[in-house]
């Protein structure tokens, strides 16, 4: 595991902050009670909002509840970061947030009837009202993961190039081809 400084990590009341003294890493463990509050954390579009805020201390998870229509991402914490004098993220909670579905009748249909209890791997997409998430459903999670590795393995197979076997640097998922300066025909031979 890295540590960087002034990271704060979280065991149940408990909290480990990692200080840097000279080229020794120092470990202070401090007790999560007697931390001062977190201001209040408000995620949109879910059950904490001004009138139910979450509350807590540093390592503190709050539990939430997405509005119809959305869907919980990540963990809303209680947290510090500091580095040096610089504070990212001071006593505030953080993380965890409700992403919006796509609202055409098809993207809820699938959520409410295809994908219940399978494995569903979700993409970007936009629909009337905006950016938003669409769900493709499988059988199950080894049927998912096959399908991101499928998807993987495609992008690195268009990425070489065909004569050398390097990579190239960059490509144009767009147009699902690699820029033109880059691509040769199978029987380009150089000199």
Known sequence: MVFRRGQALWC??????????????????????????????????????????????????????????????????????????????????????????CSDPSAVEKEATECVGAAKIRFNSTDASGPCFRSTCFNSSDAALRHVARGNFEVWRQLRHPTTGMYVDNYDAVCTRAPRETVHPVSWRPG
């Open 12 to 101: 149940p009341g408990v909290v480990v902050v990692v200080v840097v003294v000279g080229s020794f890493l120092q470990l202070d463990v401090l007790s999560a009670a007697a931390s001062p509050p977190c201001s209040p954390g408000i995620v949109p579009n879910s059950n904490r909002d001004a009138g139910n805020p979450c509350t807590g201390s540093i390592g503190e998870e709050c539990s939430f509840t997405c509005s119809s229509g959305y869907y919980a991402t990540g963990k809303h914490v209680c947290t510090n970061y500091t580095v040096g004098t610089e504070h990212f993220v001071e006593m505030k909670f953080f993380g965890g947030h409700c992403e919006r579905v």
